[in-house]
């Protein structure tokens, strides 16, 4: 079983800074796309953003210029920095991975973790 793990959220003012961080951990061979996606009470759960395993990116077009995801492949964790952040970004935040096992040798997997609430007040 993969895990992942994610930290770093909490309840910032509109024009702030919060840096979320989510590791891999458990049954991992290799990890191709990493990504964050999030849902605010009463909507569905939206893409943020992800990079594959060579560092591309790819963004909400809501969160362009503002967010910036990386990933550490040696610690096999994702991050997402949020600069000016806005009320609208209030949500619980999601990491998500693909990648391929270690048993049965280089199965896929996909997990999410548990989510991480952040909370942007006016």
């Known amino acids: 079983q993969v895990q992942l793990a994610e930290s770093g959220g909490g309840w910032v003012q509109a024009g702030g800074s919060l840096r979320l961080s989510c590791a891999a951990s458990?049954?991992?061979?290799?990890?191709?796309?990493m990504g964050w996606h999030r849902q605010a009470p009463g909507k569905q759960r939206e893409l943020v953003a992800t990079i594959t395993s060579t560092g591309s990116t790819n963004y909400a077009d809501s969160v362009k210029g503002r967010f910036t995801i990386s990933r550490d492949n040696a610690k096999k964790t994702v991050y997402l920095q949020m600069n000016s952040l806005k009320p609208e970004d209030t949500a619980v935040y999601y990491c998500?991975?693909?990648?391929?096992?270690?048993?049965?040798?280089?199965?896929?997997?996909?997990?999410w973790g548990q989510g991480t609430q952040v909370t942007v007040s006016s």
């Open positions: 998500n991975a693909e990648g391929k096992r270690l048993i049965p040798y280089r199965t896929d997997f996909h997990s």
């Open positions: 458990g049954n991992v061979f290799s990890i191709n796309d």
